[in-house]
């Protein structure tokens, strides 16, 4: 079956612009975390959403980052005003039900601040 | 506060010898603990899972990690090593809510003909 998508799989972008970063999980997944993975490093919890619970957003490194998930499906890591630190892959993660269960990667968005 | 540190960057192995893949946490309670692989090109993968049950878990492609409370340790091992496993290996730690998970800086493996 599908896994876990993620778009654009490449974003270069001006430093000062805004993103959008989607991720489409597995279906009846209602667990959804964003990762962050700069160069060398592992990676850096972001934000988890499970179901209708109103979402954990302690990740978040800066207010110029949001994210939202609709209708308990989609997801878009928005960031603002982008920086040059902001550079890394953003993953995208689901699982059945959160917890302890196994989180399915997607692919990963390479985002480039020049 | 919840943090793992993967001793060793990097790993170089000879097929068919054992590998070593070292991991240290550290939690304020009893912690759930993983190891998740990431092949070249490829998305992460869970390969075994520690949740307070045995202390001695299997995982998939032949790999083990034993958790050593009294060490805080969690080392992922095989006893032989394939071309196959050459990878990036992560140590994960999960909050004490299963909310959020704590990743280490990683270790990759290469293994050599």
């Known amino acids: 079956g599908a896994g876990v998508s993620q778009s654009p799989s490449n974003k270069v972008t001006e430093k000062g612009k805004d993103v959008e970063l989607r991720c489409d999980p597995i279906?009846?997944?209602?667990?959804l975390y964003w990762y962050r993975q700069s160069l060398g490093q592992g990676l850096e919890f972001l934000i988890y959403?499970?179901?209708?619970?109103?979402?954990?957003k302690s990740g978040l490194p800066s207010d110029r980052f949001s994210a939202e998930r609709t209708g308990g499906s989609v997801s878009t890591l928005t960031i603002q005003r982008t920086q040059q630190e902001d550079s890394a892959v953003y993953l995208c993660?689901?699982?059945?039900?959160?917890?302890?269960?196994?989180?399915?990667f997607g692919p990963g968005t390479r985002l480039t601040v020049t | 506060a919840q943090s793992v540190t993967q001793l060793d960057s990097h790993v170089s192995v000879s097929e068919g010898t054992p590998v070593l893949l070292r991991c240290n946490y550290s939690?304020?309670?009893?912690?759930?603990l993983f190891w998740y692989v990431q092949h070249p090109n490829k998305g992460l993968q869970l390969l075994l899972k520690y949740t307070s049950a045995a202390t001695l878990v299997k995982g998939i492609n032949g790999f083990e990690a034993e958790f050593k409370k009294s060490e805080t340790s969690f080392h992922l091992t095989k006893p032989s090593a394939h071309m196959s496993d050459a990878a990036e290996y992560f140590c994960?730690?999960?909050?004490?809510?299963?909310?959020?998970?704590?990743f280490g800086s990683g270790t990759k493996l290469n293994v050599k003909p």
């Open positions: 959403f499970q179901g209708n619970s109103a979402p954990d």
């Open positions: 279906s009846g997944h209602t667990a």
């Open positions: 994960v730690v999960s909050s004490n809510n299963f909310n959020k998970f704590y």
């Open positions: 993660a689901s699982s059945l039900v959160g917890g302890l269960y196994e989180q399915y």
């Open positions: 939690s304020s309670y009893s912690p759930s």
